[in-house]
């Protein structure tokens, strides 16, 4: 097994319409050895390309890559010790399953027993056993998505790569496959590096996130890191569903001024932001700090308003409320158990002690 | 009040159904129009077909007779036995097989190569050399059959050879244009996977993209071929002995300066006619395929 690195990655494309067009800009870090590593953005984030350079598919424009200590800027896909799922699973649609678990390593000239060993283990982690003489248009989509997994593992790579592999399964099998590899990791103990445009996806996956945008990493950190302290508003807006709350605000010594509600910022949190007293600066809350004060059992002094809500959505065990502060709407996720009704004043509890501030020029997260 | 409204519902049901009625009546007359008209067409084009195979049985004296006979009265062999026997038709049969199967086989390889490079590879100038590639559709046979003829005959001097014949026909533009736009509707993925499943470039495109651009090939062979085997022009210009001439060639022979030998040429054309046909009946499924490949992706 071993790790990858990437050092001042760039990539560039020839676009016709837009010239020169950075897919990734100066992209460094390392995945370690064994580790579960997501790359999360929008499309179009260089999240994929990120993964097909790492395969040899894309050459980068300039840069190194390194597998284990192998510099592998100019090893041919097939010899990077790697193995990739695709997004569309990319089963060959003219050979059986057998045919098409045993490609690889028939290509690798690798003997005939060891190859129906290899196919034979694989069948039995991903139970694909029955499955084996069937052409892949025989079989359904999660099946297919199993298989895929399945040519990879035979590979036996130092690193696996997944491209979006679960995009195209229904939410209930999604979720299904998305704990099956979370143990497939355990088992296999390989690197993994995870492509997907689901932040719920690449936070239940990954040991490591990497948050990308525009071609520019925004934050690498674990998924609680990235959600209690993410580095920018791109972040903290990306990752949680629904997003964080962002408000236009002042700060002024311990109290923080929106468009129509006062905060009173909790003492441990003003050491931090000493530098902004006085200063305009994005006020961001998430869904789940603010609360209902029918739940709670005593109602606190500070950080309590009146609002009138404009839609509740129900979830069952919980309520999505909407709500607005200025031109700012504002998400609340509170317990069904409040019933609160469309259209209704209610009072809100902001819990300010997981409040964060970003500064509006930067869009940095003030620490 | 509620009487009337009753009344008027019923009214407007009945109202609809009479509408009803004449849109199906007016479908039925549509229907009856087009299955007329196809009639007609299927009559025009079978007709010259029962013509020829109907004459190929008759004796001399009946084919010019007046007035026609659609059937002949005395059926007979002569013709047959002549074009066998004077003209070598066994013999053109062949040399037509060999030439339309081996140009089939040639250009049905080259054509998905090049259409494999222009859909799949990205190298620079791909798009140009394609469109340029097009252009020369444009130019007509006519203007390029002089030169071709002086480079195969006096440079190369393959005149009345099999390799005179298929050499020039080789690769077409056209074929390259229909494997292009066949394989650009093939997932990438599949090559991108082939590259990690260790497959060389040129293994990809031979163990992964020929086997599943199979309904492609079948249609490009199969116009290949028929183009191949009707082809007069070019088997006429570079052959000059009986035993090389292809069978459409051969046919003409049977036309000498005052007189047509209408029997032969007619039972020579039944010949040639009957494999097509065979093809075309094997294989409809292809052809009617073939029509739309290009036009919709996927």
């Known amino acids: ?367 | 009040m509620e009487l009337k409204t009753a009344t008027d519902s019923q009214f407007q049901a009945k109202l609809d159904e009479q509408k009803d009625l004449q849109r199906k009546f007016l479908k039925r007359i549509v229907l009856i129009i087009v299955y007329v008209l196809l009639a007609l067409w299927a009559v025009f084009t079978f007709v010259p077909l029962l013509w020829m195979l109907s004459s190929s049985f008759k004796d001399s004296s009946a084919i010019t007779s007046v007035p026609p006979e659609l059937f002949p009265k005395n059926p007979t062999l002569d013709a047959y036995k002549r074009i066998f026997k004077v003209g070598g038709l066994g013999r053109w049969f062949l040399n037509s097989t060999i030439i339309a199967a081996v140009s089939t086989v040639i250009n049905v390889f080259f054509a998905s190569l090049a259409g494999y490079a222009f859909s799949k590879l990205r190298f620079p100038g791909r798009n140009a050399i394609f469109w340029v590639l097009l252009a020369s559709i444009m130019i007509p046979g006519q203007v390029t059959l002089i030169p071709l003829y002086i480079l195969v005959v006096d440079t190369f001097q393959m005149e009345n050879t099999y390799a005179g014949i298929i050499v020039p026909g080789m690769v077409s533009v056209g074929s390259i244009f229909l494997m292009r736009q066949f394989m650009t509707s093939l997932p990438s993925s599949l090559i991108d996977a082939g590259r990690i499943d260790a497959c060389s470039e040129f293994g990809i495109f031979w163990k992964i993209i020929l086997p599943i651009s199979k309904p492609g090939l079948a249609v490009l062979g199969i116009f290949t071929f028929v183009a191949h085997w009707n082809n007069f022009f070019w088997p006429f210009l570079v052959t000059n002995t009986n035993s090389m001439r292809t069978l459409q060639v051969g046919l003409t022979s049977f036309r000498f300066e005052n007189l047509q030998d209408y029997g032969a040429m007619m039972a020579g054309a039944v010949c040639s006619a009957v494999p097509m046909i065979i093809v075309f009946l094997a294989l409809q499924k292809y052809f009617l395929q073939g029509i739309t490949i290009g036009a919709v992706k996927g």
């Open chain 1, 1 to 367: 097994m071993a790790e990858v690195k990437f050092l001042n990655i760039v990539k560039q494309f020839e676009d016709e319409n837009k010239g020169k067009v950075f897919a990734v800009k100066d992209a460094s870090f390392t995945v370690k050895d064994k580790e579960f590593l997501v790359f999360v953005g929008p499309s179009g984030c260089g999240k994929t390309t990120s993964l097909r350079m790492v395969a040899g598919l894309e050459r980068q424009t300039s840069g190194d890559i390194y597998i284990g200590d192998r510099l592998v800027n100019k090893v041919h896909p097939k010899d990077r010790d790697i193995a990739m799922v695709f997004q569309d699973y990319a089963l060959y649609p003219h050979m059986t399953i057998r045919e098409n678990l045993g490609f690889g390593l028939k290509n690798l000239k690798t003997p005939k027993e060891e190859i129906e060993a290899k196919i034979k283990e694989a069948a039995s982690i991903l139970s694909i056993e029955n499955l084996l003489d069937r052409k892949p248009r025989e079989l359904s989509g999660g099946q297919r998505q199993r298989i895929a997994v399945g040519r990879a593992i035979v590979r036996n790579p130092s690193v696996f790569l997944f491209d979006e592999p679960l995009s195209n399964l229904d939410a209930k099998l999604r979720v299904q496959m998305r704990v099956e590899l979370s143990e497939l990791h355990k088992r296999l103990e390989a690197t993994i590096i995870y492509v997907t445009h689901d932040q719920v996806e690449a936070m239940t996956l990954g040991q490591r996130i990497v948050v990308m945008n525009a071609g520019e990493i925004q934050q690498i950190a674990t998924p609680e890191e990235l959600y209690e302290k993410p580095n920018n508003l791109f972040v903290a807006g990306f990752i949680g569903s629904p997003p964080m709350n962002f408000v236009k605000a002042r700060l002024n010594g311990n109290q923080l001024h929106t468009a129509s509600y006062t905060f009173t910022v909790p003492e441990e949190k003003l050491k931090m932001y000493k530098k902004y007293d006085g200063k305009e600066v994005i006020f961001g809350i998430r869904p789940e700090d603010i609360l209902s004060t029918k739940l709670m059992p005593s109602v606190p002094d500070k950080n309590v308003y009146h609002v009138n809500l404009k839609v509740v959505e129900h979830l069952g065990a919980e309520l999505l409320i909407y709500f607005d502060i200025g031109d700012d709407q504002l998400t609340g996720r509170v317990n069904a158990d409040a019933k609160l009704k469309q259209l209704e004043p209610t009072e809100l509890y902001f819990n300010l002690n997981k409040m964060q501030l970003f500064d509006p020029k930067t869009q940095e997260r003030i620490y």
